[in-house]
């Protein structure tokens, strides 16, 4: 079992910047891949951007170059820097992991409570 926690977000104005963690407690084995997905209201919830433990990461079109996720093994944490935020990257950001090793094609097995970005034009 994986139990997560973010902690994070809030308020911004438009050009701003916003960083979200993530730690994660119990099975390392259950935390091989990690992840940030993001729902908006209305919207189909999306993974925004996943990393593996050796580091190879993936970032949905919509934030690369202004996002940045990275994760500290040792602490079992995981952070999502965002850079250039835009109103359209309001949602509430959920933390994910799962034991597989494929950053996609899958919704991952456990999910963190999330955390409300918001971001005003």
């Known amino acids: 079992q994986v139990h997560l926690v973010e902690s994070g977000g809030g308020l911004v104005q438009a050009g701003g910047s916003l960083s979200l963690s993530c730690a994660a407690s119990?099975?390392?084995?259950?935390?091989?891949?990690m992840g940030w997905y993001r729902q908006a209201p209305g919207k189909q919830r999306e993974l925004v951007a996943a990393?593996?433990?050796?580091?190879?990461?993936m970032y949905a079109d919509s934030v690369k170059g202004r996002f940045t996720i990275f994760r500290d093994n040792a602490k079992n944490t995981m952070y999502l820097q965002m850079n250039s935020l835009k109103p359209e990257d309001t949602a509430v950001y959920y933390c994910?992991?799962?034991?597989?090793?494929?950053?996609?094609?899958?919704?991952?097995?456990?999910w963190g409570q999330g955390t409300q970005v918001t971001v005003s034009s």
């Open positions: 994910a992991a799962d034991s597989r090793t494929s950053l996609t094609g899958y919704e991952y097995k456990y």
């Open positions: 990393i593996t433990r050796s580091g190879t990461t």
């Open positions: 119990g099975s390392i084995y259950s935390t091989r891949v």
